[in-house]
């Protein structure tokens, strides 16, 4: 599976990674899942304790 974007695009979902961020480039519109292989999950807090504190760093605004 290669890495497919919904800007006007195709958009390939991958059943592995669910998306609801429907103002995403990477979210396959009317699928709920992301286009991406893999996402980067990180964090914004020093001591992160829960869901909250975590971030796709994978998220591109769609435009």
Known sequence: MTDHMNRGGACTPNTSIQCSVTNCAYHCQGAQYCGLNSI????????PAMDQCTDCQSFEKYS
């Open 40 to 47: 980067r999950v990180g964090t914004h807090e020093a001591d």
